[in-house]
């Protein structure tokens, strides 16, 4: 289906479909607004996702890294975007020195992390990086005393909006006669930014680089025999999935204007994960389509079972919460049973993952 | 000092339940080399049913004995919790178990995500309190003081890790299980049937996690559809510290982090001068399984394995 | 007489209670085809994972190019300029021929983060060299209309040469090959003898583990044979076939040519 969109193969088709994908994501927010003004929200949640699932992919999708505490580099990013824009220790710093901030510190946990633990086979890691993620949350929720930095469970509210000049994020204003409400604004932000991450990761993706990590996720051993210093490219591939995490990170920030730990939990992780999973590992469109079901799905269920059960039973029954975690535990192992490689499967995956595999090549 | 006899017997309390759980892990690791994440969420369940059978018993004022009260609940408990483990392994990872590891890894995250949404569903959001059917009784001992509850749980895990032994080391099963974990091939050509082997080794893990759960929730009084997670976690982070695969190494390393957990959270305010308190418990756990991955990845008792996957 | 490429001198490694190597040194010379054969569990295959860099030796010394190769990583090894084959085949499975060959070219280039992300002109012109060079590769080794299929798809015999494609990209000195004919019937023997002959006199050192006594007859110049981790002898060819410990090795064991290893002269 990508050929639909290779411009060297069928230009005026291509550009065709461009254009009408761009027109539709412009129009996008104002058609939510007209169902509801929380769905613009759920747009700009769709994105942030689409970010987060975007930086895991190149560690679980290229490189082959299971990372289970991945939510912790999102974390990090909200919470220094707090700490420096907000009234908690009272400085405003502007968006654009504190994004690229939140994303450096991001990628220095990464290092961090992956510093001593990437050599270790696959399910250790995954379970170091799960360890890792409970500690950065454990942390966020305590280090409130004996001095106040992260004001523990309580969070950090009433948070900068991005801004500048008199231009704020925030607020609702008309713009060139069009109504524009303030997650209207920042839908288009994120919009921008998503657009530049795709276009970075499909970079990557086809690059030197990006070849090294399938080296390393296809056979370490031949990898290393060719030549590639396995440990800085999977340093590299961790420490590059940190920092989309840290600017991720920093937008939701700014979007909520509030952050708890309470959002940085495993269960993130592992949505996030799902994402990446269900949406076909490796493959840039796919990981995509798994965030924006992932996102909209148990939104649209709560939307629509809560008011049902009403109207059945008389009352809620089963929180759409509840059914959201269900059905994702059951999707993850019908997934993994039936199409392991993900609804979008890159070529690639597909082989990897199917049972039968026997090639002799393996 | 006067605290540090008391540390070590919460210590070994809380490392003799670790243990229990710790054993799960290990067989299943040591025998087809999956994490079975959803161990914990066993343990759960194993709880939350002995606190239905329990309350249930207890609310219908019956005439019975405590003892007899709560060996009702863990016989149903304990069976429960066999089959929920024996269908986890037959749906979610036996078609598996030729598949890269990612994927079984992937299942068992799932099968956990379900156990406890299902619970959630069953028995609620909120804290659940166990009926206290006997109170504990503290017994002073070397300046600090034991409760007969504690006693009970160190003396029933040991004795459940030692009937294990027994069945590992003396009865067919048991050798069957240790062929199946050196060699799985060769022993199927012996005629072992490996897929009975594993189901035991899910079924018996889930039966030392059914009481383990009852353990936990009689010690702290409460159970609730989360509590499976961190105790699995830590569980898990106690196969590693012993050795994945080697039952000693379990037993070994649950009540070694039991003891390092209890000191530790003893003595963080002393040694950090008041900066970290004890609400960072649950953080020496993780910081153990980091380190010893990282320095000694085979664990104290296992043998060397080698980093390259 | 051409230089010395590689110098070995009293190399052992131990594995538990097995002792692989014992004391063994050789020497490679530059542009010379060389043999590395003994009969199964001998300690070939140790030996190449020692030199290059999987293993660390207990002792001996490791010389190439005048430098040491002791406590190199692998990927070191391959900067340095040896590159290695797998007995068991080891290629990139879910990639294509030519990505597999493309990824060889990664040591000699350097385009990193930066040069992928913004894709400037010494990027872009980098990666139209690798995929050309990876296209000759190709040609080189007679797989060039398989370049866009998975490896895995790849027949036996067409895997085992984009390995070697694979391992030339890396633009080695010493080319060292696990039993590249393993698994070969006669004219695909043929044709790797071909190959590797033509790959020597382009400039590239070769060595090599066999099996096929025929195929290490025909192209080795010199051959160095190992029994239970140790040296019994390192000769010209022709002199191995006579060799009475050589023979005595082999005897019971496979044998690929009538006469060598039952003695009968040559």
């Known amino acids: 289906m990508i050929a639909f969109f290779d411009t060297r193969k069928n230009p005026k088709l291509a550009w065709v479909g461009i254009a009408l994908i761009t027109l539709a994501l412009l129009l996008l927010p104002f058609a939510a607004a007209l169902v509801g003004t929380a769905w613009v929200r759920v747009l700009n949640f769709a994105l942030l996702y689409i970010m987060l699932a975007l930086g895991l992919n190149i560690v679980v999708g290229f490189a082959g890294l299971l990372d289970l505490g991945y939510i912790a580099f999102y974390a990090v990013g909200a919470y220094v975007y707090a700490l420096l824009a907000s009234p908690h220790f009272g400085l405003h710093w502007p968006f654009w020195v504190v994004l690229p901030i939140g994303a450096m510190v991001a990628c220095l946990f990464g290092v961090l992390l992956g510093a001593p633990t990437l050599k270790l086979r696959g399910d250790y890691l995954a379970i170091v990086t799960l360890g890792f993620g409970e500690i950065i949350r454990i942390f966020l929720n305590n280090l409130n005393t004996p001095v106040n930095i992260t004001n523990g469970p309580q969070g950090i509210n009433l948070i900068d909006p991005f801004s500048f000049g008199s231009f704020s994020f925030s607020r609702n204003e008309k713009i060139a006669g069009i109504d524009f409400s303030g997650p209207q604004k920042y839908y288009f932000l994120l919009l921008a930014i998503t657009v530049l991450i795709i276009v970075i990761n499909v970079r990557l993706q086809n690059s030197r680089l990006g070849r090294a990590w399938e080296a390393i996720r296809e056979d370490e051993v031949a990898a290393q025999a060719m030549g590639i210093n396995t440990r800085n490219v999977k340093l590299l591939a961790f420490a590059m999935g940190a920092s989309f995490a840290g600017v991720a990170g920093g937008m939701f920030s700014a979007t909520q204007a509030f952050v708890s730990p309470e959002s940085f939990g495993l269960f993130e992780s592992i949505i996030v994960l799902s994402m990446v999973v269900l949406g076909g590992m490796g493959n840039i469109p796919g990981v995509i389509l798994g965030a924006v079901l992932l996102t909209v799905f148990p939104e649209f269920l709560r939307y629509t079972m809560e008011p049902l059960q009403s109207q059945l039973f008389g009352r809620v029954i089963v929180a759409a919460e509840t059914v959201r975690l269900l059905v994702f535990g059951i999707a993850l192992v019908a997934v993994m049973l039936y199409r392991p490689a993900g609804l979008w499967p890159s070529e690639v995956r597909k082989r990897e993952l199917t049972r039968e595999d026997n090639g002799a090549a393996k | 000092m006067d605290i540090f006899i008391q540390q070590i017997i919460n210590g070994l309390t809380l490392g003799s339940i670790y243990a229990l759980v710790a054993l799960g892990y290990t067989m299943v690791y040591g025998i087809i080399g999956l994490i079975n994440f959803a161990h914990g969420e066993v343990v759960m369940i194993g709880a939350m049913i002995v606190l239905s059978v329990v309350s249930g018993l207890v609310g219908a004022h019956l005439p019975l004995p405590p003892f007899l009260i709560i060996f009702a609940g863990l016989a149903v408990a304990v069976p429960a919790c066999m089959g929920i483990a024996y269908a986890m392994e037959k749906v979610a990872y036996r078609p598996l178990r030729k598949a890269p590891r990612l994927a079984p890894l992937i299942t068992a995250i799932g099968m956990s995500i379900i156990l406890q949404n299902l619970a959630m569903m069953i028995w609620g959001r909120n804290y659940l309190t166990f009926p206290n059917l006997i109170e504990p009784q503290p017994i002073a001992i070397w300046g600090a003081t034991i409760t007969d509850l504690q006693i009970a749980i160190i003396l029933l895990a040991a004795l459940m890790m030692a009937g294990l032994v027994l069945l590992v080391q003396k009865t067919r099963l048991g050798m069957a299980m240790r062929a199946t974990a050196q060699n799985p091939q060769v022993a199927g050509l012996m005629g072992i049937d490996i897929n009975t082997v594993i189901s035991a080794a899910f079924m018996i893990g889930a039966a030392l996690a059914a009481v383990a759960g009852l353990m936990v929730m009689s010690y702290y009084g409460i159970a609730h559809y989360y509590m499976g997670f961190l105790l699995g976690l830590k569980a898990f982070t106690a196969a590693v510290l012993g050795g994945i695969g080697n039952l000693a190494g379990a037993m070994l390393g649950g009540v070694l982090l039991g003891i390092i957990e209890a000191l530790g959270a003893g003595y963080i305010g002393d040694i950090t001068g008041g900066v970290l308190g004890s609400n960072y418990q649950d953080v020496f756990a993780f910081f153990v399984l980091i380190l010893v991955l990282v320095f000694r990845p085979s664990g104290l008792l296992g043998e060397r394995i080698g980093d390259r996957a | ?266």
Do not use: W
């Open chain 3, 1 to 266: 007489m051409s230089e010395t490429l590689l110098d070995a001198k009293e190399l052992s490694k131990r594995f538990g209670g097995v002792q692989a190597l014992s004391e063994v040194g050789f020497s490679i010379r530059q542009g010379e085809i060389y043999g590395l054969i003994g009969p199964n569990g001998a300690g070939k295959t140790s030996l190449f994972n020692v030199l290059t860099g999987i293993y660390q030796p207990e002792s001996g010394s490791v010389g190439f190019c005048g430098k040491s190769l002791l406590g190199l990583k692998p990927n070191q090894v391959a900067e340095r300029g040896i590159a290695r084959t797998f007995q068991n085949i080891r290629l990139f499975a879910n990639l294509s021929a030519l990505e597999n060959v493309m990824i060889g070219r990664h040591v000699r280039t350097r385009a990193g983060v930066f040069g992928a992300i913004f894709r400037d002109a010494g990027t872009l012109a980098e990666e139209r060299a690798i995929e050309r060079r990876a296209v000759e590769l190709l040609h080189y080794v007679g797989i060039a209309d398989r370049a866009n299929d998975l490896a895995r798809h790849l027949p036996y015999g067409d895997q085992r040469r984009l390995e070697i494609a694979r391992a030339l990209a890396t633009e080695p000195r010493l080319l060292a090959l696990d039993e590249p004919a393993a698994g070969m019937n006669a004219t695909e023997t043929r044709e790797l003898r071909t190959l590797l002959g033509g790959i020597r006199d382009d400039g590239t050192t070769i060595l090599l583990i066999e099996h096929d006594m025929k195929l290490v007859m025909n192209l080795c110049d010199r051959v160095l044979v190992l029994d239970y981790g140790r040296k019994i002898a390192e000769a010209a060819a022709a002199e191995i076939q006579r060799d009475p410990k050589v023979i005595a090795a082999y005897l019971g064991g496979e044998v690929e040519t009538a006469g060598a290893a039952k003695g009968t002269a040559q």
